[in-house]
């Protein structure tokens, strides 16, 4: 059994930064693709940035030079830093890797970006 928790997440001023993590437990032999996506209010979930396993990533045109992934394959753990911070920003954001081939997510995480 595979179970991805997530942490992180909370109130923020606009301008400000946030750092989630995610980290997988149970029976990992192997962790392919990390992401991170989120989900605003009465919108569908979008995809904000991926890193594989040579640390090579990508992201959303919403995020780019503001958000960082990264990875920690000793932990098996993921993170975004999310720096300069808007209010359109605010969602709930959710993790995914692809361990030994099947996908999981996380349980999610609000982060809230107001003033």
């Known amino acids: 059994q595979v179970q991805l928790v997530e942490s992180g997440g909370g109130l923020v001023q606009p301008g400000g930064s946030l750092r989630l993590s995610c980290a997988a437990s149970?029976?990992?032999?192997?962790?392919?693709?990390m992401e991170w996506y989120r989900q605003a209010p009465g919108k569908q979930r979008e995809w904000v940035a991926f890193?594989?396993?040579?640390?090579?990533?990508n992201y959303a045109n919403s995020v780019k030079g503001r958000f960082t992934i990264s990875r920690d394959n000793a932990k098996n753990s993921v993170y975004l830093q999310m720096n300069s911070l808007k209010p359109e920003d605010t969602a709930v954001y959710y993790c995914k890797m692809n361990i030994q081939f099947s996908d999981y997510w996380g349980q999610g995480t609000q982060v809230t970006v107001s003033s």
């Open positions: 890193i594989n396993t040579g640390g090579s990533t």
């Open positions: 149970g029976s990992i032999f192997a962790i392919y693709g």
